[in-house]
């Protein structure tokens, strides 16, 4: 969070930016200087400090993760790139899902989606919804077009389509609430126009804003619309994946074992209606699961 600070010396007074946050287990600052009063264009200063701090900080290694990624790409065998993403597929399913409540382990997901093993006396819809998110997942790899509303909605009902028929790939007409959470989704009358804007501002964004920033954001922005009945977690992580495929970015798995923090992030970001506390901790959270390739 950017706030402006004030300092006087010899009755003059002079205005900062300062941004705090952690390192490891230092807390550390970064200042900028504003001038002897708040300039008007405050709001866009603050976004462009944030932005200098996170080239600074984070984006730099993420480009550097993306580079050598790339490198390990161009001569890795088609036959061990396709079992490194069939390997993430079971993670990225197990995880994605045992988020939003399903029963599968680990080791019953592999199962189920490596070798057809059904698990027993597990509830039939986690195992429709992990055998669909499979499959949803290797289309959204294949997509060649771009983002766009219609798609979305297909995708929804795609993953729903043999569990929850009566709301898949159909907007909400109701009103809803996040279990655990004090975050209020919008009201049903303000779906379209939020949705409208959504897809504007990305259309207007996505090849201004650094690729991994951009995937955050889809998340966050999308997930706080929430325009389905059901499933808008599970989405907005395959609108994510689908932007760090598309830029070429490794995909990232967020953990079930990590859902804490990440709970914690969007709804702070939501509540306060500042995206950089979630894009922060998206920013690291990718950094760290891809610590490997910054080597």
């Known amino acids: 969070m950017v706030n402006i600070k004030k300092q006087t010396v010899n009755k003059k007074t002079y205005y900062y930016l300062e941004h705090s946050y952690r390192e490891h287990d230092k807390v550390l600052k970064k200042q900028k200087y504003l001038g002897k009063s708040i300039p008007e264009n405050i709001e866009y200063l603050k976004k462009s400090f944030l932005s ?4 600074e900080m984070w984006l730099n290694k993420i480009d550097s993760i993306q580079k ?26 197990y995880n994605t899902q045992r988020i939003e409540g399903s029963t ?14 059904t698990p027993k006396e597990k509830s039939i819809f986690d195992v429709k919804e992990a055998e669909t998110h499979k499959e949803l997942f290797y289309d959204i790899l294949n997509y060649k077009k771009d983002l766009n509303f219609q798609t979305v ?15 898949a790939g159909k907007i909400r007409n109701h009103q809803i609430a ?10 049903q009358a303000e779906l379209n ?5 959504f897809f504007d501002w990305y259309q207007k964004n996505k090849d201004k804003l650094h690729p991994v920033v951009l995937a955050g954001l889809v998340h966050l922005k999308f997930v706080t619309i929430h325009p389905f009945s059901d499933g ?11 932007v760090l495929n598309k830029y070429k970015y490794p995909l990232l798995n967020i953990a079930y074992n990590k859902r804490a923090s990440y709970y914690n992030a969007l709804e702070r970001s939501q509540i306060k209606k500042q995206d950089g506390i979630f894009v922060q ?5 990718y950094i760290k699961e891809h610590e490997n390739y910054s080597k």
């Open 52 to 55: 200098e701090i996170y080239n």
């Open 68 to 93: 050598n990624f790339s490198k390990e790409q161009k001569v890795m065998p088609k036959s061990a790139k396709e079992k490194e993403i069939a390997t993430f597929m079971i993670k990225f399913t």
């Open 104 to 117: 599968l382990t680990f080791k019953e997901t592999a199962n189920l989606l490596e070798r057809g093993i």
């Open 153 to 167: 909605l297909y995708w929804h009902k795609k993953l729903l389509e043999k569990t929850h028929s009566d709301i």
């Open 178 to 187: 996040i279990s655990g959470s004090k975050f209020m989704p919008p009201f």
């Open 193 to 197: 126009i939020l949705l409208k804007e």
């Open 232 to 242: 808008n977690g599970r989405i907005s992580r395959i609108m994510m994946n689908f």
């Open 281 to 285: 901790w998206f920013l690291k959270r």
